[in-house]
């Protein structure tokens, strides 16, 4: 078995590290692993293990068919049998299908507005579902959509997993008091409701002034980072709130924190709640996505509603003065995170699926 992980980019988001995680672990599993981007590199791209094989396709455009054609003839020559398309790369694994018969392909809807799936646009999904031979969803809702309104025989709910590299150099110091940091990882998009948290923190200030506020991901430059650093300003929170762009050093990032937060709107399967997991950070998030199923029942964290900003307030002032309590929900998310959402049991679930193609 021949699998090719086919994304978009490599930039460091949730749908591109669950197609870095895949072609990692399944190059010691499978007799060969691949990862083709389409339009962009990225950071991610120095995690991806020597083992993997990697094509850049330099993609101009969605009917790219030079680029279509250099996939199609990669595929042949490496004997590849099965391309797992990530998000909306789905249409380029369609359309190298016209070119290589006998090739199955594998779609993994990471949709993250899981919560407004009645305005999704579905023209181009619906047509090019008839050549998908497997839907690979990451919460129940996804599930339900894909059977209700995609051509696909089987679609399947497989959670995702997530792994904290200690190999990769610690090049990220947080500033601020230890014991007193409060991280979220999140890519700078207006669903990720920073903004909401930045409020609620600058609240938080004035029973916990040395606490900090560290908000890690990608800036897009565009007007909601704007926002951003704009509320940052007006409200002179420069000294306890801190901006990093895209950081392959995560687990040396969480090392060094003591909350996780992800006050989002909308969810599909966060990485980011894994990730928090991994490192034993107690967490607060937002009741959405599959983000109550991460934390089990009993949930081994704190749920607040979406933009709650008194429940949100609430929560996160609990964990920072009660360090018992921190200490417990963080010991249970970590046990929780390890036990169901390892690599090697996602990773076995994933290969039985390919089999049966």
């Known amino acids: 078995m021949k699998v090719l992980q086919l994304i978009d980019t490599l930039h460091a988001g949730g749908a591109e590290r669950v197609a870095l995680n895949y072609a ?19 950071a ?22 030079i680029a279509i054609f250099r996939l199609a003839r990669y595929v042949k020559k490496n004997d590849i049998t099965i391309i797992h398309a990530h998000g909306t790369s789905f249409l380029t694994a369609v359309l190298c299908k016209l070119f290589v018969g006998n090739l199955k392909i594998v779609w993994h809807d990471h949709y993250g507005k899981s919560e407004e799936l009645e305005n999704r646009p579905k023209l181009i999904l619906k047509l090019a579902s008839r050549f998908i031979n497997l839907i690979v969803v990451v919460n129940p809702l996804l599930k339900n959509w894909g059977e209700a309104h995609l051509q696909v025989k089987k679609v399947i709910y497989l959670t995702n997993f997530s792994i904290l590299d200690e190999a990769i150099p610690a090049n990220t110091t947080l500033s601020g008091f230890d014991g007193k940091r409060m991280v979220c990882l999140a890519n700078f998009r207006p669903q990720k ?7 609620v923190f600058g609240e938080l200030l004035k029973e916990f002034p040395e606490w900090t506020l560290h908000l890690v991901g990608k800036n897009f430059g565009d007007a909601y980072f704007h926002q951003i650093q704009q509320y940052i300003d007006a409200n002179h929170l420069q000294k306890s709130i801190f901006i990093y762009d895209s950081r392959d050093d995560i687990h040396h ?20 709640l ?3 997991g991994l490192a034993g950070l107690p967490v607060v998030v937002s009741n959405v996505g599959e983000c109550a199923g991460i934390l089990g029942n009993p949930p081994q964290g704190l749920l607040v509603g979406p933009n709650d900003a008194e429940q949100l307030k609430a929560s ?3 964990l920072m003065s009660d360090k018992k309590t921190a200490a417990r929900l963080g010991a249970g998310f970590k046990n929780r995170v390890q036990k169901h959402f390892s690599p090697e049991k996602i ?11």
């Open 24 to 42: 990692n672990e399944l190059s010691r599993r499978t007799e060969g692993a691949y990862l083709c981007t389409t339009r962009q590199e990225g």
């Open 44 to 65: 991610l791209k120095d995690q991806l293990k020597p083992e993997v094989g990697y094509l850049f396709l330099r993609k101009k455009s969605a009917l790219d068919f």
């Open 193 to 199: 409701n920073h903004l909401l948290l930045l409020s």
């Open 253 to 272: 990032i969480l090392s060094q924190s003591d909350i996780g937060v992800l006050p989002s709107q909308s969810e599909g399967f966060p990485l980011a």
């Open 274 to 276: 894994l990730e928090y």
């Open 316 to 318: 996160l002032s609990l």
């Open 347 to 357: 990773i076995r679930k994933l290969l039985t699926c390919y089999s049966e193609l």
